[in-house]
Nanobody, 130 residues
Framework: QVQLVESGGGLVQPGGSLRLSCAAS????????IGWFRQAPGKEREGVSCISSGDGRTYYADSVKGRFTISRDNAKNTVYLQMNSLKPDDTAVYSC???????????????????????WGQGTQVTVSS
């Protein structure tokens, strides 16, 4: 059974940092693309970053480039999102997700659109405020 569990959210001041974790079970995460998404109240779900299964290539939304870094630890079956220089606009519920089955398996590409992903974690709240 595929399961994703996020952790690491919280309250941080503008300019601060947080590291989110996405722990995978029921599958070997390095064989699958993993994406991070966020949704703020009243706004659409937004793709933040993803890491491909093939060669670990990473992709970022323009709004987070240079500030966020996605990485994976295969030994721990966990994907991380390091978030630096946080802004109030980064406030949202952050969720990790993975596409179904062999989709994007071994590919250098991963999509930043939510409808390509089937399995989702419960989300973790990130609040950036002074």
């Amino acid at each position: 059974q595929v399961q994703l569990v996020e952790s690491g959210g919280g309250l941080v001041q503008p300019g601060g940092s947080l590291r989110l974790s996405c722990a995978a079970s029921g599958f070997t995460s390095d064989y699958y693309a993993i994406g991070w998404f966020r949704q703020a109240p009243g706004k659409e779900r937004e793709g933040v970053s993803c890491i491909s299964s093939g060669d670990g290539r990473t992709y970022y939304a323009d709004s987070v480039k240079g500030r966020f870094t996605i990485s994976r630890d295969n030994a721990k079956n966990t994907v991380y999102l390091q978030m630096n220089s946080l802004k109030p606009d980064d406030t949202a519920v952050y969720s990790c997700a993975t596409p179904p089955g062999p989709t994007y398996f071994g590919s250098s590409y991963c999509p930043l659109v939510w409808y390509e992903y089937t399995y989702w974690g419960q989300g973790t709240q990130v609040t950036v405020s002074s």
